[in-house]
């Protein structure tokens, strides 16, 4: 059994901070991928950014504002958010592409998603 658990959503002014966190916990035998997508209401999940190994990709709508992180002894991945818009509002999705025990195939996760909530 591997698990994804997000943390940290909330509600924020436009302007203001969150991070959240995504700690992956279970079989694991090593994490490929990483990555933190958004889905507000009626819209489609889209990306936000992912990181590989110490590469990060973004989305233009974040870039500058969002950084994303990650702590490999942890199993965990960040997301610090400055300077957020009414537009940032979402369900944030933590997802990973991993290697499990005993099969050692590469599967994507899913965590439950945490709502983030940037008022005007």
């Known amino acids: 059994q591997v698990q994804l658990v997000e943390s940290g959503g909330g509600l924020v002014q436009a302007g203001g901070s969150l991070r959240l966190s995504c700690a992956a916990s279970g079989s694991i035998f090593s994490i490929i991928r990483m990555g933190w997508y958004r889905q507000a209401p009626g819209k489609q999940r889209d990306l936000v950014a992912t990181i590989t190994g110490g590469i990060t990709n973004y989305a233009d709508s974040v870039k500058g504002r969002f950084t994303i992180s990650r702590d490999s002894a942890k199993n965990t991945m960040y997301l610090q958010m400055n300077s957020l818009k009414p537009e940032d509002t979402a369900v944030y999705y933590c997802?990973?592409?991993?290697?499990?025990?005993?099969?050692?195939?590469?599967?994507?996760?899913w965590g439950q998603g945490t709502q983030v909530t940037v008022s005007s």
């Open positions: 997802n990973a592409n991993m290697r499990t025990i005993p099969t050692m195939k590469e599967y994507s996760y």
